[in-house]
C-alpha cells in the first residue's frame, strides 16, 4: 500500500534560478538565499524539473536544503518530456538526485506528454513506479494533464497511483476549474498550481475587485490571488524571487476568502488578455 502524500498549501517556483532553458550561474548564490530565507518563512515546499536552467536549478536547490533535516523539506521535481521511455526516465530520476544531493524526492511528476509518446508505448508510468518501489521518489504524479491523460495513466499503475497534478491555474486563467479540478478531487489527486499570479499581472494593482477585495481583508493583490487557490484545497507555488515577495506570499496563509468572494473572483476568468506560455 502506497503512502498518503500531503502537500502543504503553499510552496516556492524555482523558474528562473540557475537560468531557464538555458544554465546561467550568475544568480546561483541569489537564488539559494532566497530558498533558504524561504525555509526560515516557514515554506518547506519546493518546485523544480531538470529541464530548468539545464539541471543547476536542482543544483541549487540540493544546495539550499543543506543544513536542514530532510524530512523538513518536501522537493518536486519532473522528468523532460523528451525521457519518457523506459530507462530513460530512470536515468533522468538517478540524474535529478545527484543534483539535488539528496537520496529521494518526495513528489516526482511527467512534466508534459509529447503527441509522440503513448504512455503504454513508452512504459513511462512503470519505470516511475518502479522508481517508487525502491524508494528514489516517495510519490509520482504527473504535470498539465487533462483528464483523459489522468485516465490513461492511472490504467497503467498497479501499485501506486497518481497523487497530485500539476496546472496552470490563476485568476486570469481558471480553465483547469470546469473539468480537470473536478475530476482531480473525485478521485483523490492533489491539484498544484503554476503560475499563480499569472506572471505577475494579478500584482500590479490593475485590478478593481482585487484592489477592492485587498482593502477589505486588508491584505495585498498577490495575497488574494493566491488565498483564492489555496481557499480551494491547491497548492500554490509562486516563483521565490525575493525576501520582500516571499513575505508578502506567506500572509496568503492562515485565512481564508468567504465563498461569495470567491465567486465574484473566478468571473475574472478571461477579463484581462493573458498571453500563455506554453
Known amino acids: 500500500m502506497f503512502a498518503i502524500m500531503h502537500l502543504p498549501l503553499l510552496g516556492m517556483g524555482t523558474w528562473g534560478m540557475g537560468g531557464k532553458f538555458d544554465t546561467d550561474e550568475s544568480n546561483f548564490d541569489a537564488s539559494v538565499e532566497a530558498l533558504r530565507f524561504g525555509f526560515e518563512q516557514g515554506i518547506r515546499l519546493v518546485d523544480v524539473a531538470e529541464l530548468h536552467g539545464g539541471g543547476l536549478t536542482e543544483r541549487i536547490v540540493g544546495e539550499a536544503i543543506k543544513g536542514y533535516t530532510r524530512e523538513d523539506i518536501q522537493i518536486i521535481s519532473k522528468v523532460s518530456r523528451d525521457h519518457l521511455k523506459y530507462d530513460e526516465v530512470l536515468r533522468a530520476a538517478e540524474g535529478s538526485l545527484k543534483r539535488l544531493d539528496t537520496s529521494y524526492i518526495d513528489l516526482y511528476m511527467i512534466h508534459k506528454l509529447l503527441p509522440s509518446v503513448a504512455l503504454p508505448d513508452a512504459l513511462t508510468l512503470?519505470?516511475?513506479?518502479?522508481?517508487?518501489?525502491?524508494?528514489?521518489?516517495?510519490?509520482?504524479?504527473?504535470?498539465?494533464?487533462?483528464?483523459?491523460?489522468?485516465?490513461?495513466?492511472?490504467?497503467?499503475?498497479?501499485?501506486?497511483?497518481?497523487?497530485?497534478?500539476?496546472?496552470?491555474?490563476?485568476?486570469?486563467?481558471?480553465?483547469?476549474?470546469?473539468?480537470?479540478?473536478?475530476?482531480?478531487?473525485?478521485?483523490?489527486?492533489h491539484l498544484i498550481a503554476h503560475r499563480p499570479l499569472a506572471k505577475g499581472m494579478l500584482v500590479r494593482g490593475e485590478n478593481k475587485l482585487l484592489d477592492e477585495l485587498a482593502r477589505t481583508y486588508e491584505k495585498t493583490p498577490a495575497q488574494i490571488s493566491l488565498n483564492f487557490i489555496i481557499s480551494q484545497g491547491m497548492t500554490a507555488i509562486p516563483k521565490a524571487s525575493d525576501k520582500k515577495h516571499l513575505q508578502e506570499n506567506v500572509g496568503a496563509l492562515g485565512w481564508k476568502l468567504e465563498e461569495g468572494d470567491i465567486a465574484l473572483l473566478r468571473k475574472l476568468d478571461g477579463s484581462v488578455p493573458y498571453q500563455r506560455i506554453q
Open 126 to 189: 512503470k519505470a516511475l513506479e518502479r522508481l517508487s518501489a525502491e524508494g528514489m521518489v516517495r510519490h509520482i504524479g504527473v504535470s498539465n494533464f487533462n483528464v483523459v491523460q489522468l485516465q490513461e495513466a492511472q490504467k497503467h499503475l498497479a501499485s501506486t497511483t497518481i497523487e497530485a497534478n500539476e496546472i496552470e491555474y490563476n485568476l486570469l486563467f481558471q480553465e483547469a476549474g470546469n473539468e480537470v479540478a473536478p475530476f482531480c478531487k473525485a478521485n483523490g489527486i
